[in-house]
Structures are given as C-alpha cells and as structure tokens.
C-alpha cells in the first residue's frame, strides 16, 4: 500500500466544487511540501500544484492546494468533465526509508 | 519548450537486465541544477519513484529497490539512463523520466510519455 492516503474515488457534478484529501505523517507530510498530478488515463502525469499551494505553469486558478499538519488537500472548482481523471499527491519522506512517495491515487468522475 | 523521451525493450524476459534511455530536448543537461527522475505505473496502479540522478552524477534511489537499480547521465547525448537487474513479473510497468529542480521536494515536471515494459518469458 501507498505511504500516503487517498480516497479511492471522489466525483461531483459539473460545475460544483470537490476536494481531494492526502492524508500522511510527520515524516513525509508533516515536514516537507507537496504536489499535485492530474493523470487521464493513458497518459503521463500533468503537475498542478507544486510546494503545497503554488499552481504550475498553465493551470486554472480553478486549481488549489493546501496543507494542515500530516495532510493535504487538493480543491477544484467550476469542476468540467474534462477534469475527469486520476489525482495523485506526493512528497519526501524523510523518514528511515527515506525518497519520493506518491498517494495511491483518486479517480475523479464528473458526473 | 523542454521535452523528455523514454525509449528501450518493450518486452523483458524474468531475470534479465532492463536498460531504458531518456532523452532530453529543449534544454541541456549540463546547464545544471536539475535532478533526473524515474518513475514507473505498474497497469491499474498508482506511482512509484525508483531513483534520480543528479547532472553531476550523484544518484539517489528508492531504498526497496536499492541493489538493482543504477542511473547514469551521459551529458555529451543529453540523456539520462536506467538499469534495472534481475526484472521479475512485478517489474511490469509504464516507466517515466521527468525533471526535478530539488532532491528532497517532490516537484516533477515535465514528465515523458513514458515507455511500457512488461516482463514475461
């Protein structure tokens, strides 16, 4: 399993709003930044949020990102269906094992 | 505008040696400042980092798979390399070079298309 926690999948209708949670520890979450990665499936991951809340080059301010604690958490407003998609979060685990983690991954659906 | 391309064996046979290249246009490695990750998408599965490389050379690994792993930068073609030993079933994957401006940040961007490797006899 991942070292970071996502919900499986998440979905919202057109034009709402939805928020994806990474949960993690002190180690990964909790001591370093986080980013964000759109994926359609079939193609490589997109990065949309870098050091927590700073959106990459080129994407909507529809796009947000946050931090609290050992969490994090992406929002996406004015949702399109072209937002369909698996979201990953990741970060450094400076634990132990130390190196780069990624979360398991949540399928969005637009309904 | 930066573009990274994985090439190398689609198919694998248990046991043997995978070697996948990445190449890099739009930028010079040897400009510096840059680390060279690789990443790899088991089918259906979520993301696993496997190591970066450092322009210089200094290379850092996912410690589960430390002792099969070694990237390498050869800054006079501009690509970045992966060797990836004894390749069982579970080494089936979509595998991805991308760039990243800090070792202990998790910042990776822009990414390849990535090149698929599955392993089977």
């Known amino acids: 399993q991942s070292v970071l926690t996502q919900p499986p999948s998440v979905s919202a209708a057109p034009g709402q709003k939805v928020t994806i949670s990474c949960s993690g520890s002190?180690?990964?979450?909790?001591?370093?930044?986080v980013a964000w990665y759109q994926q359609v499936p079939g193609t490589a991951p997109k990065l949309l949020i870098y050091d927590n809340n700073k959106r990459a080059s080129g994407i909507p301010d529809r796009f947000s990102g946050s931090k609290s604690g050992t969490s994090a958490t992406l929002g996406i407003t004015g949702l399109q269906t072209g937002d369909e998609a698996n979201y990953y979060c990741?970060?450094?685990?400076?634990?132990?094992?130390?190196?780069?983690?990624f979360g398991g991954g949540s399928k969005l659906t637009v309904l | 505008q930066l573009q990274l391309q994985e090439s190398g064996p689609g198919l694998v046979k248990p046991s043997e040696t995978l070697s996948l290249t990445c190449t890099v246009s739009g930028a010079s490695i040897s400009s510096g400042g840059y680390y060279w990750g690789w990443i790899r998408q088991p089918p259906g599965k979520g993301l696993e980092w496997i190591g970066s490389v450092f322009y210089t050379g200094n290379t850092y690994y996912n410690p589960s798979l430390r002792g099969r792993v070694t990237t390498s930068v050869d800054t006079s073609k501009n690509q970045v390399s992966l060797t990836l030993t004894s390749m069982t079933a579970a080494d089936t994957a979509v595998y991805y070079c991308a760039r990243h401006a800090r070792l202990t940040t998790n910042w990776f961007d822009p990414w390849g298309q990535g090149t698929l490797v599955t392993v089977s006899s």
């Open positions: 990741g970060t450094w685990d400076s634990g132990l094992r130390a190196g780069q983690v």
């Open positions: 002190s180690s990964n979450i909790g001591n370093n930044y």
